[in-house]
Antibody
Framework: EVLLVESGGGLVQPGGSLRLSCAAS????????MSWVRQAPGKGLEWVSV??????????HYADSVKGRFTISRDNSKNTLYLQMNSLRAEDTAVYYC??????????????WGQGTLVTVSS | DIVVTQSPDSLALSLGERATINCKSS????????????LGWYQQKPGQPPKLLIY???TRESGVPDRFSGSGSGTDFSLTISSLQAEDVAVYYC?????????FGQGTKVEIK
């Protein structure tokens, strides 16, 4: 059974940092595309970042809104995905979902989602 | 970026009625090399993460009830619930994966009248 469990969310001040984790089971994170998608309170879904599978090069891509501030990574030995978030802004406040992505060339859709972890950026 | 726009923003129907949600893309999502439309549909119930219903515009994900169906090609797509059930109350999102970044529609809220 595929399972994704996020952790690491919380309240942080503007300009602060946070690292989200997503522990995966039932599959290997290195063998598939993995992504972060966020949802601001009462709003729709916004793709944040993706890391490609090892066999397709492991490249990383980011939404313009987080480029230069967020870093996606994974630890294959722990089968865990991460999102390092720096220079956080109020507009980064959202539930952050970890999602497994079915890669199709350089693009993808999301077939499994975690329950999400809430990040609140406020003073 | 490719913009996908859903309509309506919300709809309220009686149990057993047919629900249709539309999704229009700012450019074609049909890749001629494989004749596939790069569009998916998700269901998000209150307090839950999204769940994949449909991919390739019309392929139902395993375990999804057959009252859910996807159709369309190019720039115009639809998600149809043939007979609305109480458990179908949710927000539905379309997502294009033809171009990067992948983008979602704004969502359509489905309620029971």
């Amino acid at each position: 059974e595929v399972l994704l469990v996020e952790s690491g969310g919380g309240l942080v001040q503007p300009g602060g940092s946070l690292r989200l984790s997503c522990a995966a089971s039932g599959f290997t994170v290195s063998s598939t595309y993995m992504s972060w998608v966020r949802q601001a309170p009462g709003k729709g879904l916004e793709w944040v970042s993706v890391i490609y599978s090892d066999v397709t090069g492991g490249s990383r891509h980011y939404a313009d809104s987080v480029k230069g501030r967020f870093t996606i990574s994974r630890d294959n030995s722990k089968n865990t995905l991460y999102l390092q978030m720096n220079s956080l802004r109020a507009e980064d406040t959202a539930v952050y979902y970890c999602a497994r992505a079915q890669g199709v060339g350089g693009t993808y859709y999301f077939d499994y989602w975690g329950q999400g972890t809430l990040v609140t950026v406020s003073s | 970026d490719i913009v996908v726009t859903q309509s309506p923003d919300s709809l309220a129907l009686s149990l057993g009625e047919r629900a249709t949600i539309n999704c229009k893309s700012s450019q074609s999502l049909l890749y001629s090399a494989n004749n596939k439309n790069y569009l998916g549909w998700y269901q998000q119930k209150p307090g839950q993460p999204p769940k994949l219903l449909i991919y390739w515009a019309s392929t139902r994900e395993s375990g999804v009830p057959d009252r859910f169906s996807g159709s369309g090609s190019g720039t115009d797509f639809s998600l149809t619930i043939s007979s609305l059930q109480a458990e179908d109350v949710a927000v539905y999102y379309c997502q294009q994966y033809y171009g990067t970044p992948v983008t979602f529609g704004q969502g359509t809220k489905v309620e029971i009248k």
